[in-house]
């Protein structure tokens, strides 16, 4: 049983506060994939207030590149602070975690597409690491570097690894419909289209509507949900909402 698991940069960063752990919120998180004891887990954390703020500073985005070796050391400096805080959460919970740095390992094709070899993530799986990745910059061809999200990553990580079940563990308890309430199951884009504003037109909504239609052609069970919730995704159990096309 292969298990991709997702930590939201909101909820292991206090977002506000510029590269703050938030170390009580951690620990707790850390401890539940601790107690969980899986087989085969892949982790892989968001920026938050490590890596965002350094990406927006120096103009790079998933879509917006520099040629700018400073702005990768700053980016990618940031991020690789904040994994050794996750990594080290994880290892004073008893999980084998070992950090995976993204930028030193793929890159992205001048049309934005993402190669990353998951060979090594098996490899790590079969001695009985548990590989914990981020959000990083990327080179581009032709762009200098860009941003790759978390998501993005556990998507094609999943994907690769054939992962049975996903968890992305955010700040909100799942996908909110209109009246703000947990959608227990999305199986079509259409389903949940009004409630996320039908587009990618602002950056809340438009992650979100991103996230669910990645989801969608995933392939296996993808379940969003809050902290509060972690445990019981691990334990096997239907958690926030769950989507699968
Ligand atoms: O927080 C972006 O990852 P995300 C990471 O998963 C950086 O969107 C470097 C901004």
């Not at 292969?2 to 620990?27: F, H, I, M, N, W």
């Not at 094709?109 to 490899?123: C, I």
Request: charged share 20%; aromatic share 4%.
């Amino acid at each position: 049983m292969t298990v991709v698991v997702k930590l939201g940069g909101s909820v292991v960063t206090e977002k506000d506060q510029p590269e703050t752990v938030a170390a009580d919120r951690l620990a707790d998180l850390a401890g539940a994939l601790g107690d969980a004891n899986l087989d085969d887990l892949v982790v892989v954390h968001g920026g938050g207030s490590f890596g965002h703020p350094h990406a927006a500073e120096h103009g790079i985005s998933s879509s917006e590149g520099k040629r700018d070796a400073a702005a990768v050391r700053d980016v990618a400096g940031a991020m690789a602070e904040l994994n050794t805080a996750v990594v080290g959460a994880l290892a004073d919970a008893g999980v084998p975690a070992v950090p995976v740095h993204p930028f030193s390992v793929g890159y992205r094709t001048a049309d934005g597409d993402l190669r990353f070899p998951t060979d090594q993530l098996a490899a790590m799986l079969d001695e009985g690491f548990v590989p914990v990745l981020h959000g990083d910059v990327l080179t581009q061809v032709g762009a200098g570097a860009t941003i790759v999200s978390g998501d993005e990553l556990v998507t094609h990580v999943a994907s690769e690894l054939n992962a049975d079940r996903v968890g992305l563990c955010s700040t909100v308890p799942g996908v909110l419909d209109e009246s703000g309430d947990v959608v227990r199951e999305i199986t079509d884009y259409e389903d949940v289209a009004a409630a996320l504003g039908g587009s990618d037109a602002t950056d809340v909504t438009g992650g979100m509507a991103a996230k669910v239609r990645a989801l969608l052609a995933l392939g296996a069970p993808a379940f969003v949900f809050g902290p509060d919730a972690l445990s019981a995704f691990l334990a096997g159990e239907d958690a926030g909402t769950r989507i699968e096309g």
